[in-house]
């Protein structure tokens, strides 16, 4: 069974300019959550989806928007990126308790 | 504002012996707490979970421990090996729809010495 898969791994972008991740849920799994790591901030909660739908949000500014479409397939949105965007950003998806991780995308900010 | 608090940055142990991460919270509106842990560029891989009415639960080398009247929960590892050497994180999820959430904890480095 397929896990979950973030497209791209890496990139890097400069101040000003936006940015469009994806993510891939697990086959069945209709939950798809993001995540924010940044270092010594541990994991911070951006937004949840469930049937295309946002069920919560986290503490971040507009700029960080999200999607999910009918296949359960999301995509976040970074937009007037800033130097402190630069993270790890985790894409999750869920059937029930536990959350499953993709590999994550490295956006660096310069 | 905290709700999930992992107060050990980090933890070295002696391979072969137990080691002990700990985690607090602070809402008992939580009904599940999870174990993840986190190699370098890799994402979190779920480890184990506890319901929030039990205060046991085990698996292979992992069991995680809750004591709710403390808020407090603490994953142990027997016998350390190497491999675990990674950042843990404590996480807890309430299944209410209106704030279905999981917030995860800072983390903990564990460094298994061989």
């Known amino acids: 069974k397929a896990g979950v898969t973030q497209t791209p791994r890496y990139l890097i972008k400069t101040r000003g300019q936006q940015v469009t991740l994806s993510c891939s849920p697990i086959s069945g799994h209709r939950s798809v959550s993001w995540y924010q790591q940044t270092p010594g901030q541990g994991l911070q909660f951006l937004f949840e989806?469930?049937?295309?739908?946002?069920?919560n949000k986290g503490n971040f500014p507009g700029r960080f928007s999200g999607r999910q479409f009918s296949n359960s397939r999301s995509e976040m949105n970074v937009s007037t990126l800033e130097l402190g965007d630069s993270a790890l950003y985790l894409c999750a998806s869920s059937l029930a308790v536990e959350l499953f991780f993709g590999e994550g995308s490295r956006l660096t900010v310069l | 504002d905290q709700q999930v608090k992992q107060n050990s940055p980090s933890l070295s142990v002696q391979e072969g012996r137990i080691s002990i991460l700990n985690c607090d919270y602070t809402n008992s509106m939580f009904d599940y707490f999870l174990w993840y842990k986190k190699y370098p560029a890799e994402g979190p891989t779920f480890l184990i979970s506890i319901s929030s009415i039990k205060d046991k639960n085990e698996d292979g080398r992992f069991t995680v421990f809750l004591n709710k009247s403390a808020k407090h929960l603490s994953l142990h590892i027997v016998p350390s090996q190497p491999g675990d050497s990674a950042v843990y994180f404590c996480?807890?999820?309430?299944?209410?729809?209106?704030?279905?959430?999981?917030?995860f904890g800072p983390g903990t480095s564990l460094s298994v010495i061989p």
């Open positions: 989806y469930f049937s295309e739908t946002q069920r």
């Open positions: 996480a807890a999820r309430t299944l209410k729809t209106s704030y279905d959430k999981v917030i």
